[in-house]
């Protein structure tokens, strides 16, 4: 009795270390900033008349597209991962998923993320969603180790997210669309340079090529943060500019940018880790809140 106890409870422990391996697959935390951007881009476009049976699809569709996009990253990546203090605790370096195991995870989220988008959506969003997804997964990832031009094409699937749902609201490809699309484009670079400066050691390791002017942490890597960042100032007016959204969001957006762009003087004056990771946290903060604020002006 007691011995049957004990497997039971093993059971159970093996079955809770599975469906926490499969969580940690999918990125829970950029998945949910990728699933937020669609639900941006389509409250955006609805104006307020929004159909919330369409928006927990989209929201839903996009997690579990990022989902799919992040799990054959960490497959192609699998060995490259073990040499990374960052990641060298994921499921397929640990052994915890195989391989296969993650495929399949893999397939099955893009299965149901596309099936849901092919429902309540247009094939329009459906094609860019499966670009965005080879782009991520079978561009930018060998690129990575090819050099900084992986992180242009990043920013690409990066910054589709809104665009997906403005085009699930709308059908079309406008002016509009292609303003969010921008600015989330735009902010891509100080994200990922900042992250790659924070990063730097761990990635030398696997042979990860991203900052720019060389790859190295100087003052012309510095200077390009600053003038990305810098443009997404101007960039944050467009909305109001076109009518999009009002002044109350075009204050919020310009008052988030200058802080954001103020960062980066720190990290010209020091280059130390510390101003890179202020940077890299300054672009978590600024992306959500000028959405949000653009959403609650339309709304309003």
């Known amino acids: 009795m007691v011995t049957g106890q004990f497997t039971s409870v093993s059971g159970i422990e093996l079955v809770v270390a599975k469906v926490r391996a499969y969580i940690e697959l999918l990125k829970v935390r950029l998945s949910l900033l990728v699933a937020f951007s669609c639900a941006f881009g389509y409250g955006l476009a609805t104006q307020g008349r929004i159909d919330w049976i369409v928006l927990g699809m989209i929201t839903l569709g996009g997690f579990l597209l990022s989902g799919a996009s992040v799990t054959i990253n960490q497959v192609i990546e699998k060995d490259l991962d073990k040499l990374m203090n960052r990641t060298m605790n994921r499921p397929l370096p640990t052994a915890r998923l195989t391989v296969q195991e993650a495929m399949i995870f893999a397939l099955i989220c893009l299965a149901i993320s596309i099936a849901l988008l092919w429902v309540y959506t247009n094939p329009l969003t459906v094609m860019l969603s499966l670009v965005s997804m080879v782009l991520y997964s079978f ?10 031009i992986a992180v242009f094409v990043g920013a690409i699937p990066g910054a589709l997210p809104p665009l997906l749902g403005w085009i699930a609201a709308t059908g079309v490809i406008s002016h509009e669309a292609m303003i969010i699309f921008g600015i989330q484009f735009i902010w891509q670079f100080p994200h990922f340079w900042a992250i790659a400066w924070v990063a730097d050691e761990d990635y030398k390791k696997a042979g990860f090529k991203l900052l720019p002017s060389g790859g190295g942490k100087d003052l012309n890597t510095c200077i390009q943060i600053m003038v990305y960042t810098m443009c997404l100032i101007p960039l944050g007016l467009l909305p109001a500019f076109f009518g999009i959204t009002g002044i109350n969001s075009a204050i919020v957006a310009t008052v988030c940018g200058v802080a954001f762009f103020g960062q980066t003087f ?3 004056k020091t280059g130390s880790r510390q101003s890179a990771l202020r940077i890299m946290f300054g672009s ?3 992306l959500p809140i000028v959405q949000i604020a653009y959403l609650l002006d339309k709304v309003n």
């Open 139 to 148: 561009v930018y990832t060998p690129l990575k180790r090819v050099g900084p």
């Open 266 to 268: 720190s990290l010209m």
């Open 284 to 286: 978590f903060l600024y």
